[in-house]
């Protein structure tokens, strides 16, 4: 199909992200407005949301404090640069976010998206080791399938094909460990599955052995992966992957973007797992996604080396004009207030295994080749037809849509991430609609 857009054709001119922009301006899906979990469309259907937007408006929509307190805030302070001068809600919100944290994981630095946030922490990685006299540590790890948002750091330590062959070599000096996942032998899992993480991770050996420590700078990894598809890692892998970065002075990166704040019925998958990385990417449910916002947090020794070996002025070269932006911070401290006032990391915890019942009887179903869970978040694996990558699960996608429910679709995978507030009346329509989509497709 030849693309034709003309200066009448009012949705030409919006070139939208992560979309096929054809397809979409033939069929367009628009949300005039959204409340709880339900969006609504500009035709007036009400769309179950079970996405929590993508990963990311894990309150619901509209939340009444959150939208409240970001009122307040546009009409009190609008704006701050955090560069030399602060506001008191920053100061706040960092307190709140590191008293989440396990170990000495205590500072934040504010960024305004998830890709900011992990190029941010990249650099804080490699300038940390330089500082520390290891200048010779520039090496980074990433993941085969990991995401890490679509900065030219986290595209080179990402491992998801189509977002790296487009844009040239990228960072040099990357490697990947393999991708944790063996549908032959795990699938069908509730929760983590129970494999030799040793089958994944001798590779971090090998590259060790290769490149030697005193090259490598940092292993980033999800302790999920959420957009390849929502991946777990085998039992004990983190726990692992933690011994052996210690083991050898190379900092782990805990890339928390949606396992942070509920996802997994915890504060985050640090907490969840127990296992402490040196630092952590942040973003989406930092502040229920009303206003752009990420975040890094970095421990003790990281800080420290930062403030002690620098002698005077500015000790990390870095920072974004809409750091710690006031309306982000207001919708940070709201959110932060909802998610312990509400108890919803318990009320995850509570309901997951609910969602993983639901979520495992659709197998059986047509099409279905696996089914992954943990918390409120679930990945299904739908076989290709005629061997075209991705085409039935987006037909999947498009026909849970058609059936008033919102998915996300990214290769052969469904992903379905409820928002955290939902109850189990509600998470029953999620799991009829999938089975009558998936039914309906061929
Ligand atoms: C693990 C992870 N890291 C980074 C990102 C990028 O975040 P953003 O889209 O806010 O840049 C995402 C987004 O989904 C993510 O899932």
């Not at 959204?34 to 500009?42: F, K, M, N, S």
């Not at 990214?410 to 089975?435: C, E, R």
């Amino acid at each position: 199909m030849k693309h034709t857009s003309s200066k009448n054709d009012t949705l030409s001119a919006y070139w939208m992200p992560f979309t096929p922009n054809k397809a979409f301006k033939e069929e367009p899906r628009l949300y005039s407005s959204a409340r709880g979990l339900y969006y609504t469309t500009t035709e007036g259907r009400k769309i179950l949301d079970a996405f929590s937007g993508l990963w990311c408006s894990n309150l619901g929509h509209c939340h009444p404090k959150i939208s409240e307190a970001i009122q307040n805030q546009a009409s009190k302070l609008d704006y701050s640069t955090a560069f030399n001068f602060g506001h008191e809600g920053a100061f706040e919100l960092a307190n709140v976010i590191a008293d989440q944290f396990p170990g000495d994981l205590n500072h934040v630095f504010f960024t305004n998206s998830g890709s900011e946030a992990v190029d941010t922490a990249l650099k804080m990685a490699l300038a940390y080791h330089r500082i520390n006299g290891e200048g010779t540590r520039t090496r980074l790890i990433g993941r085969v399938n990991g995401y890490h948002g679509v900065g030219f750091g986290g595209i080179s330590v990402g491992g998801m094909v189509n977002n790296r062959k487009f844009f040239g070599s990228l960072l040099s000096g990357v490697d990947h460990l393999p991708f944790p996942y063996n549908s032959e032998k795990t699938a069908f899992t509730r929760g983590e599955p129970d494999t030799d993480p040793m089958e994944y991770l001798t590779e971090l050996e090998n590259i060790i052995a290769l490149h030697d420590a005193s090259t490598i700078a940092a292993v980033i990894v999800e302790p999920v992966i959420g957009s390849a598809g929502m991946f777990l890692p085998p039992k004990g892998y983190l726990k692992k992957l933690r011994e052996i970065t210690k083991k050898h002075g190379i900092l782990l990166i805990f890339d928390e973007v949606i396992t942070a704040f509920g996802r997994l019925g915890a504060a985050n998958a640090a907490s969840y797992f127990g296992v402490t990385p040196d630092i952590c990417t942040l973003a989406k449910g930092i502040n229920n996604a009303a206003v752009p916002m990420g975040a890094v947090i970095a421990d003790e020794k990281i800080y420290d080396t930062f403030l002690d070996g620098t002698k005077a002025g500015v000790e990390f070269f870095h920072g974004y004009t809409y750091s710690a932006h006031p309306l982000a911070v207001a919708a940070g401290l709201a959110a932060q207030k909802a998610y312990q006032e509400e108890a919803i990391y318990d009320h995850v915890k509570a309901n997951a295994k609910y969602f993983e019942d639901g979520l495992h009887s659709l197998k059986g179903s047509p099409h279905i080749t696996d089914i992954r869970n943990i918390g409120f978040a679930g990945g299904l694996t739908i076989a290709q037809r005629d061997g075209i990558a991705g085409a039935r699960a987006y037909d999947l996608f498009l026909k849970a849509y058609e059936l008033g429910i919102a998915v996300r679709s990214n290769g052969d995978t469904i992903a379905i991430a409820p928002i955290l507030t939902s109850q189990p009346k509600d998470l029953d329509p999620i799991i009829s609609a999938l089975s009558k989509a998936v039914n309906e497709i061929n």
